[in-house]
């Protein structure tokens, strides 16, 4: 401890001194490096890595006339909240992390909150979709991902332009996460003025779901939501197909956005699903890269297509770049106020954050974005065709 | 291992019986061990505060966390030799009654925790009776069985949050006066629990209730013949040590922010809990806590070490294997067979 006062005091003195030396900005995060969120937190990882290395190659963040240089200190949080305030206090007090990553998953971004908060530090969230952690009076975190209520608005969206008057049916995974969002997405189909036709929630281990169709059928319904996994998603499309089900519409979630889906042949058509990011969507950012440009620059690197945890951990970064700028200043009370006021447009689509202080740092810009599996030329493929600035097809209704 | 204990046995055989609750007292007061606990406590407590370094204090509440658990898992395992895998549903589920009843009744902390440590130690009892019958691997099983039905059912306790659990807010410290004393009054009451565990598993190695689960560690089917209740004793330990883990439990949750069934309910840090008991001895009051202390420093200092940091699950796991295969009294045993004056100091 001594020692880095010393070290701090000298820096101090250099700093003020004529020979200026480099500034660097550091910022802390915890990444799952191993456990099972090592898959999603990874490609998170090289998006903050690949931002980091594009920011100090263009010389740096530019603030107040200087230029910072971005330097990361992170460590591994094995998946698990156990560590993770004693890594993020360590990161604050111990490597003077001047702003803060979260880390992967809603538990985990709860529990680094607490720390942050304290503190008061910034912490950019990316990767946390679950929405009660914006709404505990949290200051300075600022959520970059759609959350979970949200995830079939695009879906009722594209509902509302075909058909106002669809008759829906719910048909859903019986976990939390399918069931929040099949009952989020239910209040808002009311609001909008569709008819509920059915509500049926079955097992993750589901294989059969003739009896459910049936009475999708003889529910009259125009257009079916819900799904869950990979699984049990895959097997619904099948049979909705095989037993002719004849509706309009059908948007499931995570399922069809795996490659796999293709497999389905037939089955598959149709089909959309709700995603955070695709790689071939079309927004126009407002700075930094295109998404054309993003997803060359990241294949070219780390030779795999990005998906969107990676696209998520690189724009998340730049809206903190960004309001670093616009504040001309490290401090965390300046930047956290320019975040409030953030209401840009980056090649991930739309950023805004909630100030309402009850549930302050919320996203509010972002849209997830629907993907459909079109035939093209007799082969299928994934396009987006919602919302409207971002498509790369018309949808097929 | 047993030879030792069967000292210990020996040891605490010598006591007439027949004292006064004063005389009881002044035994206790005249040993120097109880004393060694208390200043050890003392001193972890205070440490951080003294050297005026956070990141201490959270490494040491871990710490503190990890002995509590292996102290209570050792009354079990050490004394009652009985393998309770499912030691952390104590943790968990004292941890969501403590804090569901922090947040959502606003009663205070320490009532709060206290009544999780109540609720944990009856149902613990009540468990106890039934599960207590089975012997090795099937009470070993029967306890995991404990752990992932209490799991289960938490996931789909809606009032408990399901299965995303219970999210505290930053208002939730204001009790305590906002988050920054809030997380060190949890320290010290950590640090506190982690003391009186310690004095808990002192007092019950040197009482005759002690003696008869010793006993019943040694061969369960002679000390019952001796007259040695036995499925009440082991039901009682069984209950004891679920008690403060309990307590622990809501403590830790509370200073985390969130509590969800994945978290509380983890099987690992029960795993993890009897790896500490193993490394530091099984049986013995010192083992668990030397045990405790080496495994977070070891983890800590592999995961901050820049060498080490990509391989330290490799590296910890390696170490441990060769801990079980070469020293399998633990340290403290080790140390013991060697230093017989040691047994005095370190019990």
């Given at each position: 401890m001594r020692k880095g006062f010393y070290l701090l005091a000298a820096a101090a003195f250099l700093a003020a001194g004529p020979a200026l030396a480099e500034d660097t900005v550091t910022i802390g995060?915890?990444?799952?490096?191993?456990?099972?969120?090592?898959?999603?937190?990874?490609?998170?990882?090289?998006?903050?890595?690949?931002?980091?290395?594009?920011?100090?190659?263009?010389?740096g963040?530019?603030?107040g006339?200087k230029s910072y240089k971005v330097k990361?200190v992170?460590?591994?949080?094995?998946?698990?909240?156990?560590?993770?305030?004693?890594?993020?206090?360590?990161l604050i007090t111990q490597d003077k992390a001047q702003f803060?990553?979260?880390?992967?998953?809603?538990?985990?971004?709860?529990?680094?909150?607490?720390?942050?908060?304290?503190?008061?530090?910034?912490?950019?969230?990316?990767?946390?979709?679950?929405?009660?952690?914006?709404?505990?009076?949290?200051?300075?975190?600022?959520?970059?991902?759609?959350?979970?209520?949200?995830?079939?608005?695009?879906?009722?969206?594209?509902?509302?332009?075909?058909?106002?008057?669809?008759?829906?049916?719910?048909?859903?995974?019986?976990?939390?996460?399918?069931?929040?969002?099949?009952?989020?997405?239910?209040?808002?189909?009311?609001?909008?003025?569709?008819?509920?036709?059915?509500?049926?929630?079955?097992?993750?281990?589901?294989?059969?779901?003739?009896?459910?169709?049936?009475?999708?059928?003889?529910?009259?319904?125009?257009?079916?939501?819900?799904?869950?996994?990979?699984?049990?998603?895959?097997?619904?499309?099948?049979?909705?197909?095989?037993?002719?089900?004849?509706?309009?519409?059908?948007?499931?979630?995570?399922?069809?956005?795996?490659?796999?889906?293709?497999?389905?042949?037939?089955?598959?058509?149709?089909?959309?699903?709700?995603?955070?990011?695709?790689?071939?969507?079309?927004?126009?950012?407002?700075?930094?890269?295109?998404?054309?440009?993003?997803?060359?620059?990241?294949?070219?690197?780390?030779?795999?297509?990005?998906?969107?945890?990676?696209?998520?951990?690189?724009?998340?970064?730049?809206?903190?770049?960004?309001?670093?700028?616009?504040?001309?200043s490290i401090d965390?009370?300046?930047?956290?106020?320019?975040?409030?006021?953030?209401?840009?447009?980056?090649?991930?689509?739309?950023?805004?954050?909630?100030?309402?202080?009850?549930?302050?740092?919320?996203?509010?810009?972002?849209?997830?974005?629907?993907?459909?599996?079109?035939?093209?030329?007799?082969?299928?493929?994934?396009?987006?065709?919602?919302?409207?600035?971002?498509?790369?097809?018309?949808?097929?209704? | 291992?047993?030879?030792?204990?069967?000292?210990?046995?020996?040891?605490?055989?010598?006591?007439?019986?027949?004292?006064?609750?004063?005389?009881?007292?002044?035994?206790?007061?005249?040993?120097?061990?109880?004393?060694?606990?208390?200043?050890?406590?003392?001193?972890?407590?205070?440490?951080?505060?003294?050297?005026?370094?956070?990141?201490?204090?959270?490494?040491?509440?871990?710490?503190?966390?990890?002995?509590?658990?292996?102290?209570?898992?050792?009354?079990?395992?050490?004394?009652?030799?009985?393998?309770?895998?499912?030691?952390?549903?104590?943790?968990?589920?004292?941890?969501?009654?403590?804090?569901?009843?922090?947040?959502?009744?606003?009663?205070?902390?320490?009532?709060?925790?206290?009544?999780?440590?109540?609720?944990?130690?009856?149902?613990?009892?009540?468990?106890?009776?039934?599960?207590?019958?089975?012997?090795?691997?099937?009470?070993?099983?029967?306890?995991?069985?404990?752990?992932?039905?209490?799991?289960?059912?938490?996931?789909?306790?809606?009032?408990?949050?399901?299965?995303?659990?219970?999210?505290?807010?930053?208002?939730?410290?204001?009790?305590?006066?906002?988050?920054?004393?809030?997380?060190?009054?949890?320290?010290?009451?950590?640090?506190?629990?982690?003391?009186?565990?310690?004095?808990?598993?002192?007092?019950?190695?040197?009482?005759?209730?002690?003696?008869?689960?010793?006993?019943?560690?040694?061969?369960?089917?002679?000390?019952?013949?001796?007259?040695?209740?036995?499925?009440?004793?082991?039901?009682?330990?069984?209950?004891?040590?679920?008690?403060?883990?309990?307590?622990?439990?809501?403590?830790?949750?509370?200073?985390?922010?969130?509590?969800?069934?994945?978290?509380?309910?983890?099987?690992?840090?029960?795993?993890?809990?009897?790896?500490?008991?193993?490394?530091?001895?099984?049986?013995?009051?010192?083992?668990?806590?030397?045990?405790?202390?080496?495994?977070?420093?070891?983890?800590?200092?592999?995961?901050?070490?820049?060498?080490?940091?990509?391989?330290?699950?490799?590296?910890?796991?390696?170490?441990?294997?060769?801990?079980?295969?070469?020293?399998?009294?633990?340290?403290?045993?080790?140390?013991?067979?060697?230093?017989?004056?040691?047994?005095?100091?370190?019990?």
């Amino acid at each position: 401890m001594r020692k880095g006062f010393y070290l701090l005091a000298a820096a101090a003195f250099l700093a003020a001194g004529p020979a200026l030396a480099e500034d660097t900005v550091t910022i802390g995060f915890t990444a799952s490096q191993t456990g099972k969120l090592n898959n999603d937190s990874t490609s998170q990882l090289r998006g903050f890595e690949l931002w980091r290395d594009d920011v100090n190659a263009k010389g740096g963040i530019k603030a107040g006339g200087k230029s910072y240089k971005v330097k990361f200190v992170s460590y591994d949080d094995e998946s698990q909240g156990t560590r993770v305030q004693q890594l993020y206090t360590r990161l604050i007090t111990q490597d003077k992390a001047q702003f803060l990553f979260s880390p992967y998953s809603s538990g985990l971004v709860a529990t680094a909150a607490i720390i942050s908060e304290q503190y008061g530090k910034v912490m950019m969230s990316i990767g946390g979709a679950e929405e009660k952690t914006y709404k505990l009076g949290n200051k300075y975190l600022f959520q970059t991902y759609t959350g979970a209520s949200q995830y079939l608005a695009g879906a009722l969206d594209v509902l509302k332009h075909k058909n106002p008057k669809a008759k829906i049916a719910f048909v859903y995974e019986d976990d939390p996460f399918s069931k929040a969002v099949a009952q989020a997405t239910r209040e808002l189909a009311k609001k909008d003025g569709f008819t509920v036709a059915l509500e049926e929630s079955y097992s993750s281990s589901t294989t059969d779901f003739g009896p459910i169709i049936n009475k999708v059928i003889s529910s009259g319904a125009d257009a079916l939501l819900g799904g869950g996994h990979y699984a049990d998603g895959s097997t619904l499309a099948r049979q909705l197909h095989d037993q002719k089900a004849k509706l309009k519409w059908v948007t499931l979630l995570v399922a069809p956005d795996s490659p796999n889906f293709s497999k389905l042949g037939d089955s598959a058509v149709g089909i959309s699903v709700p995603s955070q990011w695709e790689p071939q969507v079309t927004y126009k950012p407002d700075f930094g890269p295109t998404p054309a440009e993003f997803a060359k620059e990241f294949t070219a690197k780390y030779k795999i297509a990005p998906g969107y945890h990676a696209a998520g951990g690189y724009s998340g970064a730049m809206i903190l770049q960004h309001a670093i700028e616009k504040a001309g200043s490290i401090d965390p009370k300046k930047v956290a106020a320019e975040l409030n006021k953030t209401d840009v447009t980056t090649f991930f689509g739309k950023c805004k954050f909630s100030t309402d202080p009850k549930s302050h740092g919320l996203q509010i810009g972002h849209t997830m974005v629907l993907a459909q599996w079109q035939m093209k030329d007799g082969k299928l493929v994934k396009e987006v065709i919602w919302p409207d600035n971002a498509k790369t097809a018309n949808i097929m209704y | 291992m047993p030879s030792s204990i069967s000292q210990d046995v020996a040891k605490a055989g010598t006591f007439k019986p027949q004292r006064s609750f004063a005389d009881e007292i002044y035994r206790h007061v005249r040993e120097p061990f109880p004393w060694l606990i208390v200043i050890f406590t003392a001193v972890v407590g205070l440490a951080p505060v003294v050297m005026d370094d956070v990141s201490l204090r959270e490494s040491l509440l871990l710490a503190a966390v990890y002995v509590t658990l292996a102290s209570n898992l050792n009354l079990m395992i050490g004394y009652a030799e009985y393998v309770n895998f499912g030691n952390i549903v104590f943790f968990g589920l004292g941890g969501y009654i403590g804090v569901y009843l922090a947040t959502s009744w606003h009663v205070n902390l320490v009532l709060s925790v206290l009544a999780g440590g109540v609720c944990v130690s009856a149902l613990a009892y009540l468990f106890g009776r039934g599960i207590l019958g089975l012997r090795g691997a099937f009470f070993a099983l029967a306890t995991i069985g404990v752990n992932e039905a209490i799991h289960a059912f938490v996931t789909n306790f809606e009032p408990w949050g399901g299965a995303t659990g219970i999210y505290l807010s930053m208002d939730a410290y204001e009790p305590l006066g906002g988050p920054m004393s809030g997380l060190w009054f949890c320290y010290y009451l950590l640090v506190l629990v982690m003391g009186l565990s310690l004095l808990l598993s002192y007092a019950i190695k040197t009482s005759k209730f002690g003696l008869g689960i010793l006993a019943i560690g040694q061969n369960e089917d002679a000390a019952a013949v001796l007259g040695v209740p036995t499925p009440r004793y082991k039901a009682i330990i069984y209950a004891i040590s679920g008690f403060l883990p309990a307590v622990a439990g809501g403590l830790y949750f509370f200073k985390s922010g969130i509590i969800e069934p994945n978290g509380a309910f983890d099987l690992t840090t029960s795993i993890e809990a009897i790896v500490m008991i193993m490394l530091g001895g099984a049986g013995t009051i010192t083992g668990p806590v030397i045990g405790a202390f080496l495994y977070e420093e070891l983890r800590g200092f592999l995961l901050f070490s820049e060498t080490f940091s990509h391989l330290q699950l490799v590296l910890a796991g390696a170490l441990l294997l060769i801990i079980v295969l070469f020293v399998p009294g633990g340290l403290l045993g080790w140390l013991r067979a060697r230093l017989p004056w040691l047994r005095k100091w370190l019990q």
